[in-house]
């Protein structure tokens, strides 16, 4: 059985957010006794483009034993009103059951730093450009790996094999402030994103209110 990583990115509805933090802490205590669930990271964004957050967005990533814990887990769930409460509270800008491309285990406690700025990013590769992901990538995520403060980057794909999701994480927010100037100026990330349609994005710290 291989480990599988729940990841949502939710946007808390318009004067929802002590219902939100509530809700969620009442749901998490229940998700924690459930057979297969590991460590559940807990992010506040900061930063989207383009455009702005219209209200607060979080970011939960959770580790799964399996895939099959996590379905046994979502039907004991999802008929509680602990779920239900919780789900009321924001709308769901992503949501992706995922593993690593590259196989290797994750741990989540290398992004769980008071401190760091975590980029997540949702994709999907434009059709017919599937071939050329594995350079365009390299070609971007090379400059990406070579600035001031970059700490790790994972590629992530859906079980079902159809969505990608990147986790790329900075020492500060300096780092990560002066990497988005130099990285938007260069032809690789320009090249690289014209493969690829975003879903998602969301430049995050660790949430204070876990």
């Given at each position: 059985m291989e480990a599988i990583y729940e990841l949502a990115i939710n946007q808390v509805k318009a004067g929802r957010l002590t219902d939100f933090y509530t809700a969620r802490q009442i749901f998490i205590t229940q998700m924690k006794k459930a057979e297969g669930v590991g460590q559940d990271g807990f992010f506040e964004?900061?930063?989207?483009?383009?455009?702005?957050?219209?209200?607060?967005?979080?970011?939960?990533?959770?580790?799964?034993g399996s895939s099959e814990m996590f379905a046994n887990a979502a039907?004991?769930?999802?008929?509680?009103?602990?779920?239900?409460?919780?789900?009321?509270?924001?709308?769901?800008?992503?949501?992706?059951?995922?593993?690593?491309?590259?196989?290797y285990p994750f741990n989540l406690q290398d992004i769980m730093e008071d401190g760091l700025v975590v980029e997540f990013a949702v994709r999907k590769t434009k059709a017919g450009r599937e071939a050329v992901f594995p350079e365009k990538r390299k070609g971007f995520f090379d400059l990406v790996a070579a600035q001031n403060g970059y700490l790790l980057d994972r590629e992530f794909v859906t079980v079902d094999g159809t969505t990608r999701a990147v986790i790329i994480a900075w020492e500060s927010m300096a780092d990560f402030q002066a990497a988005l100037v130099v990285l938007s100026q260069k032809a690789e990330m320009a090249d690289f994103m014209s493969i690829v349609e975003v879903q998602a994005y969301q430049a995050v710290q660790l949430a204070s209110n876990q």
């Open positions: 964004s900061f930063f989207t483009m383009p455009g702005e957050n219209e209200t607060e967005v979080f970011v939960g990533v959770t580790e799964w039907r004991q769930l999802m008929p509680t009103d602990a779920f239900k409460d919780y789900f009321q509270t924001f709308d769901q800008l992503a949501y992706l059951q995922v593993q690593p491309e590259d196989g």
